[in-house]
Antibody, heavy 123, light 110 residues
């Protein structure tokens, strides 16, 4: 059974870079069987896909965030990383990492999720 | 990009069936059989209930079924149970690495 756990600062200043880590157990971030994705949910609002990595090196990004997002994987630690630059208050959200069923598209079929970590952007 | 359109709320009594709609366009729901539905209880992470329109992940009750007609996808829950009370989100691929989510539907079990 795969387990995902997000971690990182809960408070980030405007214009700075948000950095989160997702520790994966019970599965490998370099597997060819699944994708690994990041999603977010502003408090009281709906879900948004941020981006996905597969086979530890190839990435898909939400076009609306692409210029600010970097997703990477550390196979030695079996971890995923998310970096979001130039953050504003609009980036305040609960950030989730998730495992995705590999298929025709990324960001659509996330079958296992971490518990999420709240990131607030404020000075 | 616009979100998919879902009713804000639906309700039903235990044992009944309810259907939640998810309306998109010919560029997203209508073009791809890549629609999924998520259930989210308060304070919890989302849970994948159906994917690729009508497939169910292992462990998900067969009381949950997905379908699609034209630009509208639907999630039907039969034999409604108290534990089904949650928020439900639809999701669709929209081409060119675009993924759309609905605004969410709050299901109340009366």
């Amino acid at each position: 059974q795969v387990h995902l756990q997000e971690s990182g600062p809960g408070l980030v200043k405007p214009s700075e870079t948000l950095s989160l880590t997702c520790t994966v157990s019970g599965g490998s971030v370099s597997t060819t069987s699944y994708y690994w994705g990041w999603f977010r949910q502003p408090p009281g609002k709906g879900l948004e896909w941020i981006g996905t990595i597969y086979e530890a090196v190839s990435t898909f990004y939400n076009p609306s965030l692409k210029s600010r997002v970097t997703i990477s994987a550390d196979t030695s630690k079996n971890e995923l990383s998310l970096r979001l630059s130039s953050v504003t208050a609009a980036d305040t959200a609960l950030y989730y990492c998730a495992r995705e069923l590999r298929g025709a598209a990324a960001g659509v079929n996330a079958d296992s999720w971490g518990q999420g970590t709240l990131v607030t952007v404020s000075s | 990009q616009s979100a998919l359109t879902q009713p804000a709320s639906v309700s039903g009594s235990p044992g009944q069936s309810i259907t939640i709609s998810c309306t998109g366009t010919s560029s997203d729901v209508g073009s791809f059989n890549l629609v999924s539905w998520y259930q989210q209880h308060p304070g919890k992470a989302p849970k994948l209930m159906t994917y690729e329109v009508s497939k169910r992940p292992s462990g998900v009750s067969n009381r949950f079924s997905g379908s699609k007609s034209g630009n509208t996808a639907s999630l039907t829950i039969s034999g409604l149970q108290a534990e089904d009370e949650a928020d439900y989100y639809c999701c669709s691929y929209a081409g060119s690495d675009r993924v759309l989510f609905g605004g969410g539907t709050k299901l109340t079990v009366l």
